[in-house]
């Protein structure tokens, strides 16, 4: 595990993701983010539909490419929630070559606390705060190999 990170996923390009180039089309890398987002959500249990109108949307996107991924290159994808606020907090992703530490690409995302019956942004539920700060805080190194 890359230090500063408890969470990590593991994945193989898939066909599709593939331009006539050879190489991994540039929106697929923000697609491997949204992918390392869910796992990690899934592992702080951040995604219980119907238990509550509070939710989290993404507010913006962004990526830095450092090198190009090919159909037979894996990567590790890295994601850790680096800051937060009242209403909203930050995902950082730092994506390498599996096994080295050779950066393909980093980036962030900003997650908003959006309350669907009132249509507004809102601030994080406490629970979910109390958890990202435990995990984010502790020895809870987590890998999630696909």
Same mark, same amino acid.
Request: charged share 30%; hydrophobic share 35%.
């Given at each position: 595990?890359?230090?500063? !990170?408890?969470?990590?996923?593991?994945?193989? /390009?898939? $066909?599709?993701?593939?331009?006539?180039?050879? +190489?991994?089309?540039?929106?697929?890398?923000?697609?491997?983010?949204?992918?390392?987002?869910?796992?990690?959500?899934?592992?702080? @249990? !951040?995604?219980?539909p119907g238990d509550s109108p509070v939710s989290f949307i993404i507010?913006?996107? $962004?990526?830095?490419?450092e090198k190009a991924i090919t159909f037979h290159d894996r990567v590790?994808? +890295?994601?850790?929630?680096?800051?937060?606020?009242?209403?909203? !907090?930050?995902?950082?992703?730092?994506?390498?070559?599996?096994?080295?530490?050779?950066?393909?690409?980093?980036? $962030?995302?900003?997650?908003?606390?959006?309350?669907?019956?009132?249509?507004?942004?809102? /601030?994080? /539920?406490?629970?979910?705060?109390?958890?990202?700060?435990? !995990?984010?805080?502790?020895? @809870?190194?987590?890998?999630?190999?696909?």
């Amino acid at each position: 595990m890359v230090e500063g !990170f408890n969470f990590s996923i593991h994945i193989k /390009p898939r $066909y599709g993701d593939v331009d006539y180039l050879g +190489h991994v089309n540039n929106v697929i890398y923000l697609r491997y983010f949204e992918e390392g987002r869910f796992e990690y959500c899934k592992a702080l @249990n !951040f995604l219980t539909p119907g238990d509550s109108p509070v939710s989290f949307i993404i507010l913006d996107n $962004y990526c830095k490419y450092e090198k190009a991924i090919t159909f037979h290159d894996r990567v590790d994808l +890295h994601v850790r929630i680096a800051e937060h606020g009242n209403k909203s !907090f930050r995902f950082e992703y730092l994506m390498l070559l599996a096994g080295t530490d050779e950066v393909v690409a980093t980036g $962030y995302s900003t997650a908003v606390a959006y309350d669907y019956e009132k249509k507004r942004s809102v /601030p994080i /539920p406490e629970d979910a705060k109390q958890r990202m700060l435990e !995990f984010e805080s502790g020895d @809870n190194r987590r890998k999630v190999v696909e």
